[in-house]
């Protein structure tokens, strides 16, 4: 299994092969969202689900334009989201759920937000968008489904680096304030993020 970033503030440029079936969140711009993913050698298309962690604009600007790319895609949004989604097929989600094999929903966190907790073979790892329910919240939903082994995503502006100290893999991206600070204090596991990293699971 890969997890490729396709939007971030940061910018990397691998090259990647191969179609992406799950999108987590959909970024502000939707044409840098779809311009990245057909630069990364993948279909809009072909994408089959979109999952939105929360409906803050930096993470909900590309939905339209993914949905109109993704015609079939089904779209699975916390059940405070309320903005119209034309012709989709919509899960609301509260409680935590299990969206397709190896990949589950940790429910909506604090009335706000969800994340992905995915199954590997080296433990879960914990797919975030912005952690406003707090890093060790959502860590401890994910680890309702079994051990949690990473987490890569926005931390937004915690601090609580404690609850990342038995993570063998940690990877802050978009909003997280502390970049420095964790990378300092998790000099083996920490990968720095950036559009078109690629997590080998």
């Not at 680096?161 to 964790?182: G, M, N, T, W």
């Amino acid at each position: 299994m890969k997890i490729t970033i396709v939007y971030d503030s940061e910018v990397k440029q691998p090259g990647l092969k191969g179609e992406p079936q799950i999108l987590f969140d959909a970024g502000a711009d939707g044409s840098i969202l779809l311009h990245n993913i057909r630069a990364l050698g993948f279909d809009p298309g072909a994408i089959g689900v979109v999952v939105i962690s929360h409906p803050h604009w930096d993470h909900v600007g590309g939905l339209l334009d993914i949905m109109e790319a993704s015609k079939d895609a089904e779209l699975y949004l916390t059940e405070s989201f309320t903005q119209v989604v034309p012709k989709a097929k919509i899960t609301k989600i509260k409680e935590p759920l299990q969206i397709r094999k190896d990949i589950f929903s940790t429910g909506e966190l604090k009335g706000i937000e969800q994340s992905l907790a995915i199954n590997t073979s080296k433990g879960f790892l914990v797919v975030v968008g912005c952690s406003h329910p707090g890093v060790g919240n959502v860590i401890d939903a994910a680890s309702k489904f079994g051990k949690v082994y990473g987490i890569v995503g926005g931390f937004h502006g915690s601090r609580d680096f404690d609850r990342l100290s038995s993570l063998s893999l940690i990877c802050p991206c978009h909003c997280a304030r502390y970049k420095s600070e964790i990378k300092h204090l998790f000099s083996e596991q920490c990968i720095e993020c950036g559009a078109g990293l690629v997590l080998e699971l």
